[in-house]
């Protein structure tokens, strides 16, 4: 099991909250093994750590969401099985407190891929997934955050700004089965309606069992751009490589050159890890039967 919780530049909000993110990377690797421990699959456990980290204000995902430019929240998330390639994600989406329980239920109970906006919030009504109101997913950081940065950009230069912020985890089961999931609560101050690598398949979310199961952060339009997850999948299928090479191909030899953030934690059905990361810091812990759990955020 192994969750991140993004990728990007170094910050001041980090250093001064470094343990509070620490007890959280470790509270939702913990919720996810859990699961595993008691013979739950792979897509339970992702769903449980990622939703542990979307409760969690500290973490921009769920409750701890970026404000767009109009001081609105708006959420993507997506999850995988590895198994059956099936998979499911929400773009855009309101007052859904778990965006990646809906994404399972869009996986599990439509025959989508992907929704958006009104549609896929009429698809949780459906399903009975847990709503909250605006006020919830508001938190004082954002807010501060939203303020400082609203009114500074115009729309042309708020479309060239680089955009990162994402939760995810990555699991391998006691059955042999992968899956992966990511969830985003976007960048402050971005125009409304942007849709992330968080809820494109292949991006920043994909699974297969044949090769690995993996979840990326950082810059989006990068991942979406360099279709990273799926890269990873193919570096191992294509090339021999193992989880780790493969990763590190994608990230610091394929992507070298771009100027942006990114990073991925993975893992292969015969439970090795793969974690890679060009920038100054990725959140991100693991742990396994063999290995106790880590909980790391620069490169140490």
Aim: glycine share 10%.
């Amino acid at each position: 099991m192994a969750v991140h919780g993004g990728a990007g530049p170094d910050e001041e909000h980090i250093h001064e909250n470094l343990e509070e993110y620490k007890k959280g990377l470790a509270e939702a690797v913990q919720a996810g093994y859990k699961v595993l421990e008691r013979g739950g699959s792979a897509v339970d456990a992702v769903e449980a750590a990622v939703k542990s980290m979307e409760d969690n204000p500290i973490f921009n995902a769920g409750r701890g969401s970026a404000l767009n430019s109009k001081g609105e929240v708006e959420m993507c998330a997506s999850i995988m099985k590895g198994k059956n390639l099936k998979a499911g994600a929400v773009a855009i989406v309101k007052s859904v407190k778990n965006p990646v329980s809906l994404a399972r239920y869009i996986m599990e109970n439509t025959s989508y891929v992907c929704m958006s906006g009104e549609g896929a919030l009429e698809v949780a009504k459906d399903g009975n997934i847990e709503l909250e109101p605006d006020a919830y997913f508001i938190t004082d950081h954002q807010v501060d955050t939203f303020l400082k940065a609203r009114n500074k950009k115009s729309v042309q230069e708020m479309m060239k700004e680089r955009v990162h912020a994402t939760v995810g985890a990555v699991a391998l089961d006691s059955r042999g089965n992968l899956a992966a999931a990511t969830s985003s609560g976007g960048t402050s101050n971005t125009l409304p309606n942007r849709i992330g690598d968080s809820s494109q398949i292949g991006c920043g979310c994909y699974a297969n069992n044949k090769t690995c199961a993996v979840s990326g952060t950082g810059d989006g339009e990068f991942l979406i751009k360099g279709v990273i997850a799926h890269h990873i999948a193919s570096a191992m299928e294509f090339t021999g490589t193992g989880i780790q090479e493969a990763c590190e191909l994608v990230i610091h030899e394929k992507n070298k050159d771009i100027e942006g953030d990114i990073g991925v934690i993975s893992i292969d059905p015969q439970g090795n890890f793969g974690i890679a990361f060009n920038s100054e810091r990725m959140h991100r812990a693991w742990m396994s039967s063999e290995q106790p759990m880590q909980v790391k955020i620069y490169k140490e």
